[in-house]
């Protein structure tokens, strides 16, 4: 699958765009705020009708303007023009015409992985960033997850709610309760059976970029030990204390260890950068093992923080992508330049949210 088209008016510092590309590998060159990251941003909105950099869509609105536009033109087995408006008072999304009117009717017309600095809180951030990285990926690959997920956050929100009163109605507690266990239980099974496929992945790619035999293992830790009705009920006393629901699939671990010891703690800066890109490049070759081609790959400023023998591992699983008729994008600085990058490469300028080929 590849983005052979972008277009985009409005968005970020890019006032017009039109734009052609080939499957393969891009290279986005330019100088610091020209918009690189921008232009990544755009193919990820695509992908998921948000921004990777965790913010809502008014500030990906040019400045002083009302709306912006992503339009893509997406090539793989299917052709899927898609078309996303979106101002405050109305979005409008529509792929080869029709409109879609649930985000969760939408995924997967576009599937894309991201590299980027923040990738660092897979391995030292709190358990949500883990657990935001197996929900996407279940969302990518399993339909009705992320209407589940969705229910089960409503369930858990109306029930933590109650729980604040003085006197909670029992009856509509128990209602919440059967439906936070009926989605959660769902939840819990889904991410047991992905973290199983994504553990061998995960390890190879690991020693893949480490060239080291240290052994990369990630293991789910649901909040759940045997039977969540259960957990519920034996966790009344301490939820009247908390006055919030304490156990559940949002209370979740992913749990990263290298040779046996926890990752956040006792890896090095190059080991914890090295196991997020393996966290990344698993997801790139799940999604690819699913859907019989590679997702596009973003990479932003990613090789500029890897020592030369990490990148020598890196490119070429990331080449592999560009060659299998997949596509990366991939933006450098002259100063970060990977030096080893040659063959087929497509290269383009960035300045000043303008986009134009080079040589
Ligand atoms: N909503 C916006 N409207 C206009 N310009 C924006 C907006 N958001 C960010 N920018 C501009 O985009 C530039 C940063 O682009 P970015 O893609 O992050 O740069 P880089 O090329 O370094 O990756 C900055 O100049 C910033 O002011
Ligand atoms: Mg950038």
Not at 291 to 311: C, F, T
Not at 315 to 344: D, H, K, Y
């Amino acid at each position: 699958m590849h983005l052979a088209k972008l277009k985009l008016r409005d968005f970020r510092n890019f006032r017009r765009l039109d734009v052609a590309f080939e499957p393969g590998f891009h290279v986005l060159l330019g100088r610091n705020a020209q918009g690189k990251t921008n232009l990544l941003e755009a193919v990820y909105l695509l992908a998921t009708l948000r921004s990777f950099r965790g913010v809502g869509n008014a500030q990906i609105i040019r400045h002083e303007q009302r709306a912006f536009f992503a339009g893509g033109l997406a090539l793989g087995q299917a052709e899927s023009d898609i078309r996303y408006y979106w101002s405050a008072a109305q979005r409008k999304l529509t792929v080869n015409e029709k409109p879609i009117r649930r985000v969760a009717d939408y995924l997967g017309a576009l599937r894309t992985v991201v590299f980027c600095t923040e990738d660092s809180l897979l391995v030292n951030g709190p358990a949500k960033s883990r657990r935001r990285f197996l929900d996407l990926l279940l969302t990518q690959t399993r339909p009705g997850y992320l209407d589940l997920l969705h229910r089960y956050t409503e369930a858990l929100r109306s029930r933590n709610a109650l729980l604040k009163r003085d006197s909670p109605d029992l009856a509509l507690l128990d209602s919440f309760t059967r439906e936070l266990v009926a989605t959660g239980e769902k939840l819990i099974v889904a991410r047991h059976q992905l973290v199983k496929k994504l553990l061998p992945l995960i390890r190879l790619g690991y020693r893949k970029i480490a060239a080291k035999p240290e052994d990369a293992r990630i293991d789910y830790a649901p909040s759940v030990r045997e039977d969540f009705a259960v957990d519920l009920a034996k966790s009344r006393a301490r939820e009247q204390r908390y006055r919030t629901t304490l156990v559940g699939p949002h209370r979740d671990e992913l749990k990263l260890t290298l040779d046996g010891q926890p990752a956040a703690q006792y890896a090095s800066e190059g080991q914890k950068r090295t196991f997020a890109i393996a966290l990344k490049m698993a997801q790139a070759d799940y999604l690819g093992g699913i859907h019989g081609s590679p997702p596009i790959l973003l990479i932003d400023d990613v090789m500029g923080e890897l020592d030369a023998g990490r990148r020598a591992g890196l490119l070429p699983l990331i080449s592999r992508v560009g060659q299998a008729l997949g596509q990366v994008f991939m933006t450098c600085t002259e100063e970060n330049w990977p030096g080893e990058l040659t063959g087929n490469l497509h290269r383009w300028q960035v300045d000043q949210g303008a986009v134009s080929r080079k040589q």
